[in-house]
């Protein structure tokens, strides 16, 4: 089985930069990665695993949220 390499936030934002259409981070997202991923340029990010294995998927998905809600702030960008 070969391993993927995880994407640096250097390739994201080549990526984001290269294309015309909404970049959205999947694969691998977490409450500690999420907003890196906005940060560099990703429209949004789709979570299944780091909800779906919490004890707490509401609490989890909440805290998610706003972590993803204030980097796109912070970014200037739309919130919800």
């Known amino acids: 089985i070969r391993r993927q390499r995880q994407m ?9 930069q290269a294309v015309r259409i909404p970049v959205v ?4 997202i977490t409450l500690d990665n999420a907003a890196e991923v906005i940060r560099a340029g990703a ?9 779906a294995a919490a004890d707490d998927m509401v609490e989890a998905t909440r805290r998610l949220r706003e972590v993803v ?3 796109l702030q912070e970014r200037g ?4």
């Not at 960008?77 to 919800?80: K, M």
Request: charged share 30%.
């Open 43 to 51: 429209a949004g990010v789709a979570v299944i695993s780091a909800v």
């Open 69 to 71: 809600d204030a980097a």
């Open 8 to 16: 640096c936030i250097r390739d994201r934002r080549r990526i984001v």
């Open 25 to 28: 981070g999947i694969g691998g």
């Open 77 to 80: 960008g739309a919130e919800r």
